[in-house]
């Protein structure tokens, strides 16, 4: 026992001494449990226990060394952070990000979540998943409720939603990994080609929208190209509003203005010519409410003008 720190307790209790780093070996969970009892005595409801319950892992995947490094420099020492290989605490965000995407890049993309916005702001795994102790009923959060998690860094968002015309994420509806996804998005199909903050594609590249209102889906013979190219947002606030629907004005035609500006085909006829000075006069309130008329706004299988 040359070497050892014999006054540690499980250093003398597993027959271990302290070794340098560059020669530290796998020491297996069981090890940690001694001293680390408070976390290992609910591990077992963990998801990473699987690592240890298969027992036909690698050491290096296999329960808290998987995560730590190896330990048996740590239990030597008879403990103390500075001989943790990865203490979580002392890592940079990029080192943190490097050890969870070791297990877990086959299910989170690594091109997609290195160039998310949260990774870019220095917001990395453990700023949202707690790993030894969670309240959350799945996906290892922070927090019981995903929202409040989300809340935390989105305040302004937080207030949209007590907006009210929202969608109903403060009564449980609707959640806000349904719309965004927290570990990056691809660039999208709709809005130029942007990317969007963190939006969850939907089938076929869709935004999100489109798994619960159906009916705006397509694809429609005559499109709007707004809803196509712009997205859903050029006319709705997607998180609340003070506007019934969730437009970002509160009259609909002044929606509408924003690209119908009277140029183009906009107040003529098909054959190009023009309409008397009366004919959509905004002053007007029977023109004021445009989707009276064209009331398949979204897009039309029968009308190019979206009367039907």
């Not at 190896?70 to 080192?95: E, M, N, W, Y």
């Not at 220095?122 to 700023?127: G, I, L």
């Not at 029977?286 to 008329?293: E, I, K, L, V, Y």
């Amino acid at each position: 026992m040359s070497g050892c720190n014999a006054w540690a307790p499980l250093a003398l209790l597993i027959g271990l001494c302290a070794l340098p780093a560059a020669a530290q070996d796998y020491v297996g969970s069981n090890a940690c449990r001694t001293c680390h009892i408070d976390l290992y005595s609910t591990f077992f409801r963990n998801p990473h226990y699987k690592s240890i319950a298969a027992g036909n892992q690698a050491p290096e995947k296999t329960g808290c060394e998987s995560c730590h490094g190896p330990a048996s420099g740590h239990v030597g020492a008879g403990g103390g952070k500075d001989t943790i290989p990865r203490a979580f605490s002392k890592l940079s965000p990029t080192q943190v990000a490097d050890t969870c995407l070791g297990c877990h890049a086959q299910s989170i993309s690594r091109a997609n979540i290195r160039r998310s916005e949260h990774t870019l702001d220095d917001v990395v795994c453990t700023n949202c998943h707690s790993i030894h102790r969670s309240p959350a009923p799945k996906n290892l959060l922070k927090t019981e409720q995903q929202r409040d998690l989300c809340y935390g860094c989105h305040t302004t968002v937080r207030a949209q939603f007590s907006m009210p015309f929202k969608h109903r994420v403060n009564e449980g509806s609707v959640q806000c990994t349904d719309c965004h996804n927290p570990h990056g998005s691809f660039a999208a199909t709709w809005n130029m080609g942007a990317r969007p903050r963190m939006v969850e594609q939907g089938v076929g590249n869709e935004q999100p929208c489109m798994k619960c209102h159906i009916d705006k889906r397509g694809p429609f013979v005559f499109e709007h190209a707004a809803v196509r190219v712009e997205g859903c947002e050029t006319c709705h606030s997607a998180h609340g509003s003070t506007n019934p629907r969730l437009l970002k004005r509160p009259v609909v035609y002044t929606v509408c203005l924003e690209c119908h500006t009277g140029s183009g085909n906009f107040g003529r006829q098909a054959n190009g010519i023009p309409r008397n000075s009366t004919f959509h006069n905004m002053a007007d309130p029977r023109f004021q409410n445009c989707t009276s008329c064209h009331v398949r706004i979204h897009g039309s299988n029968a009308d190019s003008f979206f009367f039907r």
